[in-house]
């Protein structure tokens, strides 16, 4: 029987056609553009990006040293708790590193409040670990007196405002039994923390704006689906193209 290739023999890493074989070849450089596209933008980043600071995270050099020696302002530890609090605010934090944090901020707290009056602020926090342990929901109008009473209470001491988003979180994110001192552990932890969070790495690609938007999410949330659209259409065009050049009928 005569084997000779035929239109209806489908292979596409062993195209028997010549119309498989274009087939094959236009659809692996597709890809390559694809693939070109995705990686080459990431790889492109990563050599450009550089480590960046926040503002936070310069503040926390600036006083951890002071704070770190036992020779620390009113001031040094003001904006050690209000940078403490800037962190615990990001979305995802991890367990071990929330805990240094908490105790950062509330040794910082304990700091700043008046030697006679700290017995009357760690009892009131404990009563407001308490409620919270009690409550089922968070629209309990105990609960909610009572935080927002710590909160116009304790955002002056870190020159928050009552708009300040920070301040409506403060007492959550107290510990009354890591007040009196800093733990060795927060002592040892601490700066690795504040450059995990408050670190990042940008370059020239995530600074520029394009159309509004910064340009490495323009690139990858809306040119990237432009592209794959663009490229889907190039492949139909191609197919037709080819078809007709080859005398091949749908």
Not at 17 to 37: C, D, E, F, H
Not at 203 to 226: E, M, N, Q, R
Request: proline fraction near 5%; charge should be negative.
């Amino acid at each position: 029987m005569d084997e000779s290739p035929n239109g209806y023999h489908i292979s596409f890493f062993k195209p028997t056609t010549p119309q498989a074989l274009a087939n094959r070849n236009m659809v692996l450089w597709l890809v390559s553009i694809w693939v070109i596209a995705i990686f080459g933008f990431q790889i492109l980043l990563r050599i450009l990006e550089k480590p960046t600071p926040e503002p936070a995270y310069v503040s926390f050099q600036a006083v951890w040293g002071n704070v770190e020696n036992g020779s620390f302002t009113h001031d040094d530890v003001s904006q050690l708790g209000q940078v403490s609090l800037s962190v615990l605010s990001k979305i995802s934090i991890h367990p071990d590193d929330a805990k240094a944090l908490e105790n950062a901020l509330s040794w910082s707290l304990y700091q700043l409040s008046d030697v006679s009056l700290r017995a009357d602020f760690v009892s009131e926090v404990k009563d407001f670990e308490k409620i919270r342990s009690r409550i089922d929901n968070i629209s309990d109008p105990i609960y909610i007196e009572k935080k927002i009473a710590l909160s116009n209470k304790l955002g002056p001491m870190l020159n928050l405002s009552t708009l300040d988003v920070r301040s409506k979180i403060l007492p959550l994110e107290l510990s009354s039994g890591q007040m009196d001192k800093l733990s060795d552990a927060t002592l040892k932890s601490l700066p690795g923390i504040m450059e995990k969070y408050l670190v990042h790495n940008q370059s020239v690609l995530t600074d520029i704006k394009f159309l509004g938007f910064p340009f490495h999410y323009f690139y990858t949330a809306v040119f990237l689906l432009i592209l794959f659209v663009g490229i889907c259409l190039l492949y139909c065009v191609r197919t037709d193209s080819m078809n007709g050049k080859m005398n091949i009928a749908d």
